[in-house]
């Protein structure tokens, strides 16, 4: 609950439309912050209060700038379905794997003078792929204030209708984990502890 003495600030998701991100869109408004939604289809979200959609392509610098600018910090959960591209990006051969998705946030985030990053993978899905070393190793080197989350999103279809009434929930119903993690991920972003480190949640 936000009090006199805790600041409103303005967190950019991209991913919303995941079940986590739908957790974290519902931590954050609970904790009267605002959240802007980056997406690709503005009808595709409820308004609320709080809450706002912005277009953004996370595979492009420029876009990454427009859309996080003013900000207090970025989320980006890259596993997410619903990670906003640009329409014709494959067709054109825009790389779209993390190395890329890590690189346009680094300096389109830089650009514009937003420093805390929280970027969500499972990183254990992406441990064959060549780009996940070269992603690592770009991030590690950049003084933006960055964490990095290892978390599984396999539970989805949940909104944040779902996440809004969990008391008295079963600890083990995934509605119950995936608020638990949305909540240790905003208490990170808000207060960080782990700069420049990864943690790991698992459902």
């Not at 392509?57 to 910090?73: E, P, Q």
């Not at 396999?154 to 008391?167: K, M, Q, R, T, V």
């Amino acid at each position: 609950m936000l009090n006199a003495e805790t600041p409103r600030l303005k967190f950019a998701l991209y991913g919303a439309h995941s079940s986590l991100g739908s957790a974290v869109l519902c931590e954050l408004l609970s904790r009267q912050h605002e959240a802007v939604a980056l997406i690709n289809d503005f009808n595709s979200i409820t308004a609320r209060p709080g809450l706002r959609a912005k277009a953004g392509d996370l595979f492009d610098a420029a876009s990454v700038s427009r859309s996080v600018a003013g900000m207090d910090g970025v989320i980006c959960l890259f596993d997410s379905p619903s990670v906003p591209t640009a329409p014709d990006a494959t067709l054109v051969g825009q790389p779209q794997d993390l190395y890329q998705a890590v690189y346009t946030l680094l300096l389109g985030m830089t650009e514009v003078g937003v420093e805390r990053l929280l970027l969500v993978a499972d990183f254990n899905a992406h441990a064959e792929e060549s780009e996940l070393a070269a992603a690592l190793q770009l991030i590690a080197s950049h003084p933006l204030k960055w964490t990095l989350v290892d978390a599984s999103t396999a539970e989805e279809g949940l909104s944040i209708e779902d996440f809004s009434h969990i008391e008295g929930l079963p600890s083990n119903d995934p509605r119950t984990k995936l608020r638990r993690i949305a909540a240790a991920m905003v208490d990170e972003l808000v207060q960080p502890q782990h700069l420049h480190q990864q943690i790991q949640f698992r459902l």
